[in-house]
């Protein structure tokens, strides 16, 4: 789905180093935060190491993803929020997804999970 995402926004005029995935989950969990590619795209992903000055390594791919979390403040032309896998829409999952969605500049796409999207649903109501 997340290839998918990406290749509908490169089609829509966005170039690779316009799209970030942000992923729900942190290192430990996610998925996406641990493989080397998405579909045919080369991920740009911090390695979770650091060099002796402190500065973190980031992987030398051209797709962006990173977690939420690592990436507040932080702002690109178009997001994929990913990895949103929750059972219920707590102040927790609201927040994340409030920061995800509000990097976004100027197109957002969203990959939820059939159990959040209900959850979603069911509080929207």
């Not at 935060?33 to 402190?54: E, K, Q, W």
């Not at 929020?81 to 990097?103: A, H, I, P, Q, W």
């Amino acid at each position: 789905m997340n290839e998918l995402s990406v290749k509908n926004l490169l089609a829509q005029g966005y170039a690779l180093g316009d799209i970030v995935i942000l992923t729900g989950h942190g290192r430990s969990k996610s998925t996406l935060l641990n493989v080397d590619r998405i579909g045919n795209f080369a991920t740009r992903r911090f390695t979770g190491t650091y060099t002796r000055a402190g500065n973190p390594v980031w992987s030398n791919g051209e797709l962006m993803v990173e977690s939420i979390y690592r990436f507040k403040g932080q702002s690109a032309p178009a997001i994929i929020l990913s990895e949103m896998d929750f059972t219920e829409l707590t102040d927790l999952e609201r927040r994340k997804l409030f920061v995800g969605m509000t990097r976004a500049q100027m197109s957002l796409q969203v990959v939820l999970s059939a159990q959040a999207e209900a959850s979603i649903a069911k509080a929207l109501g």
